[in-house]
């Protein structure tokens, strides 16, 4: 079946523009997470969602970025006001549960680029 | 918190042998699933192996193994008769739980770029 798919693919953008990420997870998935991957910082979690809600948003690293998913499917990652630091590879990632043995299967990523 | 630790940067190996990539990690979680994900070049994250912290045998699909020694917190992946194709970064993750509250995130060490030579 379809696998997680993100677009953009890339997106290249101004510095205090903002910017809106999008992930389809493969369907029947009820756990959704958002990650950025950065040379300096690895991978770093940012948000995971359980249906709509999401019960772990520690890793957003500041307001300026939220996430929202409806209808237990797609996802948007909005980041306001970007900034250079915030150029990096977000990866989106669903897995059947937010628990237990399963494996957060990865989408191909969407490069943020901020000039 | 947790953390993973992958202190080998990079590793080669000759085509056809076997290669260990070493993982260590730290949580107070009770319990805990370790994972390997492979990335190559093109940036796609590969589910490779699942260990669950209490399964009393070592998690084995296809040519890749992990040794899970849970005394030492260290959890190494074992790739046999390595191919051409094996060449990408290998990121070791940790999921933890706690007092019944499950956490979905994956916390990943900084991972190995790992080069087969032919």
């Known amino acids: 079946g379809a696998g997680v798919s993100q677009s953009p693919s890339n997106k290249v953008t101004e510095k205090g523009k903002d910017v809106e990420l999008r992930c389809d997870p493969i369907?029947?998935?009820?756990?959704l997470y958002w990650y950025r991957q950065s040379l300096g910082q690895g991978l770093e979690f940012l948000i995971y969602?359980?249906?709509?809600?999401?019960?772990?948003k520690s890793g957003l690293p500041s307001d300026r970025f939220s996430a929202e998913r409806t209808g237990g499917s797609v996802s948007t990652l909005t980041i306001q006001r970007t900034q250079q630091e915030d150029s990096a590879v977000y990866l989106c990632?669903?897995?059947?549960?937010?628990?237990?043995?399963?494996?957060?299967?990865f989408g191909p990523g969407t490069r943020l680029t901020v000039t | 918190a947790q953390k993973i630790t992958q202190t080998q940067p990079g590793m080669f190996v000759q085509e056809k042998e076997a290669v260990t990539l070493d993982c260590t990690y730290d949580?107070?979680?009770?319990?805990?699933?370790l994972f390997w994900y492979k990335q190559p070049s093109s940036g796609e994250m590969i589910f490779l192996i699942y260990?669950?912290?209490?399964?009393?045998q070592n998690a084995t699909e296809g040519r890749y193994s992990l040794n899970f020694q849970k005394a030492r917190k260290s959890a190494n992946l074992v790739i046999s008769a390595s191919q051409l194709g094996d060449s990408a970064m290998y990121f070791c993750?940790?999921?933890?739980?706690?007092?019944?509250?499950?956490?979905?995130?994956?916390?990943f060490g900084q991972g190995t770029i790992l080069t087969v030579h032919p």
């Open positions: 990632a669903s897995s059947l549960g937010g628990f237990g043995t399963y494996e957060q299967y």
């Open positions: 369907s029947g998935h009820t756990a």
């Open positions: 969602f359980q249906g709509n809600s999401a019960p772990d």
């Open positions: 949580t107070s979680d009770p319990s805990y699933g």
């Open positions: 260990q669950g912290s209490y399964d009393q």
């Open positions: 993750a940790m999921r933890g739980y706690a007092g019944g509250t499950s956490y979905g995130k994956l916390t």
